[in-house]
């Protein structure tokens, strides 16, 4: 069956071959026919464009295919002696699977287990093997359940699952750098672009069937109820780890710090939020899945368990911590050759919420102070003019900006919220408040006592009238010192910008940019080339930078410096921006322009729409 599969995969693969020479032998016959009722010279050069493409791009992605290596995930390697119990545990499930054991157990920082093989003979014959594991797998499930999933993964080994990577690898990568080397005008990718429909349909479904046959070993060395259990248990843990990283590391790593030790952490919040995990588990997934999916539908793979036979052996319910040596040594390890941190200082996790936050409360003070200077007509504004304009009367100018839909009459108490975030941060400058950590629930802004402060009352009396004096009274009670809520930055930044499309060769002010859309704002990179090849071109420029430190080396407009934008055309897109500055910016794109991806030019018309 391996032989089978092996050649079936050459043989789609030479199939997109036999479709390059199919399309190049058809384009030399129609030159030959155009030339027989044009200029020869005239044909070559209607059809060039077209021929360059199909031989140049197939013949450069077999060049990068060939020396493309897959590249095994980042980890820390397991020698016996630092998880004894581990390496007799997939000594023992070989065994039961009659297969060889891995040379090479490696630790990784994904909630996942795999397998690699370097395969020989194009998967025919066997290479030296690796399975790699997931940390955070092994701090939360039970040995029952690792030893379901360290099972699946030996039953891709006995199966020959791993042998037929290679070429399947090889044959991906081919079909991807041709069809990147093809621009999306171009009729020579059409043709390649339903091919690679189709390799792909068939490798995901071979994906599939070999996932469910992994399963079924599985189930076979470890038990179906903890084959099932493992399953379920993985879609708990990856959605926990992505709330983990999002709520607590995302934030304190874009402000510049780091945890001291991250794995001890996802540990902690297992642990403390286990009731809404457990609510979690209570229901089952509905999910359909796509024929592009590469693995099964949980729901289908559940099914599949259900009916296998049962065993009758307890399930252990022992932590799948005991399987390595000294678990928490092991994470720190994995943290220093997984997790690049640059030089973002490490803290410990109350001291990193801490100042993550202090630093979140700090931009969001920073652009209510740039709205009031914008609407008050000075260069910056800080808390002293705050006091001012609502002393003098001027609560409804400055507050109309943050509520643009409400009348003059209901400006002025609704101004209370972002005052409150001002109070905040002069409480918090004052010494007098801090952000408290919690791995049950979000972080809390109290006293340095944890005592609660009630600066939201206070912000409510100061913009009621007649309030403003009795609320800095009852700050200075507290020991907040208003004047301490100074701004940090006047300018806005890129902060926490996420790139959501892109296109080439627009024309800024009548000047082609290449035009980059972060979440935050636009980046126009200037003079960048022809129009021909604006995706890739784009594509390669973002395999060497990100996104944001574009931004800091080229024109950036914040959305937050656009008061209107008028959209006369959607497709190709012509558009003008009026900016607070009172400048205005036209951009106007070509037909011929490329897209970053499909829907970049919507995301695009979408965030205008919408400042």
Do not use: C
């Amino acid at each position: 069956m391996n032989t089978i599969r092996a050649g079936f995969s050459l043989a789609m693969l030479a199939g997109f071959f036999v479709l390059a020479a199919v399309q190049v032998a058809g384009l030399v016959a129609l030159v030959v026919l155009l030339s027989t009722v044009m200029a020869g010279l005239v044909a070559v050069k209607l059809l060039w464009p077209i021929f360059a493409a199909t031989t140049w791009a197939v013949g450069r992605g077999v060049w990068r295919a060939v020396r493309s290596r897959p590249e095994p995930p980042t980890g820390l390697p397991l020698p016996a002696d630092r998880a004894p119990m581990l390496w007799a545990t997939v000594r023992e499930l070989a065994a039961e699977a009659r297969t060889r054991i891995p040379e090479e157990i490696w630790l990784t920082a994904e909630v996942n287990a795999a397998v690699q093989e370097e395969s020989r003979l194009l998967g025919l014959a066997g290479g030296r093997r690796r399975l790699y594991v997931g940390l955070p797998l092994l701090q939360t499930m039970t040995v029952g359940q690792m030893r379901a999933v360290l099972a699946h993964e030996l039953g891709h080994y006995s199966a020959r699952h791993t042998r037929l990577s290679a070429p399947a690898y090889r044959g991906r990568l081919v079909i991807a750098h041709t069809l990147d080397r093809i621009g999306p005008h171009n009729p020579a990718g059409w043709l390649f672009r339903a091919y690679a429909r189709l390799y792909l349909l068939v490798d995901r479904a071979g994906s599939r069937r070999q996932e469910l046959e992994a399963d079924l070993a599985s189930a076979r060395a470890a038990g179906a109820d903890a084959a099932a259990g493992a399953l379920r248990e993985i879609r708990v843990l990856d959605a926990a780890w992505d709330f983990f990283m999002d709520q607590y590391v995302r934030l304190g790593w874009e402000s510049g710090y780091a945890p001291a030790d991250l794995f001890a952490g996802f540990g902690a919040l297992v642990a403390a939020r286990r009731d809404e995990l457990d609510d979690l588990r209570a229901h089952e997934p509905d999910d359909s899945g796509t024929r592009w999916d590469t693995h099964p539908p949980l729901s289908e793979r559940l099914a599949a368990l259900t009916a296998a036979p049962r065993m009758a052996a307890p399930l252990d319910t022992r932590p799948a911590a005991m399987l390595l040596a000294d678990i928490a040594e092991a994470g720190r390890a994995l943290q220093q050759v997984a997790i690049d941190s640059g030089e973002r200082a490490l803290l410990p996790w109350p001291e990193l919420t801490a100042a993550a936050l202090a630093a979140q409360l700090q931009r969001e003070a920073d652009a209510i102070f740039r709205v009031i200077a914008r609407t008050t007509g000075r260069p910056a504004a800080g808390p002293a003019d705050v006091v001012d304009s609502i002393a003098a009367g001027q609560l409804t100018t400055i507050a109309q900006p943050f509520f643009p839909t409400a009348t003059r009459r209901e400006v002025g108490p609704l101004f209370a919220e972002p005052l409150e975030t001002l109070l905040r941060l002069a409480a918090l400058r004052s010494g007098v408040a801090r952000w408290w950590h919690s791995w049950s629930g979000p972080a809390e802004f109290r006293g340095v006592r944890g005592d609660e402060l009630p600066l939201g009352k206070i912000a409510t009396l100061a913009v009621t009238p007649g309030g403003l004096q009795a609320a800095l009274a009852e700050l200075a009670a507290l020991g907040v010192d208003v004047r301490r809520a100074a701004p940090a930055d006047t300018a806005p930044s890129t902060f926490g910008s996420a790139l959501v499309g892109g296109l080439a060769n627009v024309r800024a002010d009548g000047v082609e940019h290449d035009l980059f859309v972060l979440t935050t704002g636009l980046v126009l990179v200037a003079n960048p080339g022809k129009s021909d090849n604006g995706r890739q071109r784009m594509r390669d420029l973002l395999g060497t930078t990100t996104a944001v430190s574009l931004a800091e080396r080229n024109r950036f407009v914040a959305f937050e410096e656009i008061e209107s934008a008028r959209i006369g055309k959607q497709i190709p897109l012509d558009a003008e921006l009026v900016l607070y500055s009172g400048a205005t910016l036209r951009l106007r794109e070509r037909w011929s322009s490329d897209e970053l991806d499909d829907d970049s030019r919507k995301r695009l018309v979408s965030l205008l729409e919408n400042v």
